[in-house]
């Protein structure tokens, strides 16, 4: 093993070690800033699948690893104005602003368990069905994640979703498209012409 827990193809994990590994993070998760619960969960089954669900040194380098990523993320978030929603990128928080209304993502800011892990996805089919039920109506409940997945118009925003991620990967393939072109611009302006 080189001394990190890449991911392993297989699909079998013994549940016993993933738990082992899971305790031993929870206990020390008090020494490192805070993550995403699912991170925890990540890097317990991956020293599974490795079996070094107690390796307790190659655990540790591996969290201390995970919150460099996400501190890198927060910082990234703050500077481009889209803090706490560190997954959900700045592509899908100018769409919410944009097509559900400013009032929504200050409540799922503080309505939601985890803002920090929300990813693109999941957070239009959110934010579409809680500015369709309206802020009257999302003020109401005491666990706004229950009280909006629950909602029969949660569904009928899967639509909204499946938009909203085409309307991603177009802006991807542009970007990528653009950056492209930069880049074979800079080469044709550092290649030599033959020019006499």
């Not at 700045?90 to 985890?114: Q, R, S």
Request: charged content about 30%; glycine content about 4%; overall charge positive.
């Amino acid at each position: 093993m080189d001394g990190t827990l890449q991911k392993k193809t297989e699909t079998f994990v013994n549940e016993e070690f993933v738990n082992q590994a899971l305790t031993f993070l929870r206990n020390i998760a008090g020494e490192f800033p805070a993550i995403p619960d699912n991170a925890y969960k990540s890097i317990a089954y991956r020293a599974a699948q490795h079996d070094a669900h107690a390796d307790e040194v190659l655990i540790r380098a591996e969290l201390q690893k995970i919150c460099d990523i996400y501190q890198k993320k927060r910082d990234y978030a703050k500077r481009q104005g889209f803090a706490p929603f560190t997954s959900m990128g700045k592509f899908a928080y100018d769409w919410i602003k944009k097509n559900c209304g400013e009032w929504v993502l200050p409540k799922m800011a503080t309505g939601l368990k985890d803002p920090e892990d929300i990813h693109p996805e999941w957070a239009i089919q959110c934010a579409k069905t809680m500015s369709m039920l309206g802020r009257e109506t999302c003020e109401e409940p005491e666990n706004l994640y229950i009280f909006v997945t629950n909602h029969p118009e949660w569904q009928n925003q899967k639509l909204t979703r499946e938009r909203f991620k085409r309307e991603w990967d177009n802006a991807r393939r542009n970007w990528d498209r653009q950056n492209r072109v930069k880049i074979q611009i800079i080469k044709n302006k550092n290649t030599p012409t033959n020019q006499e």
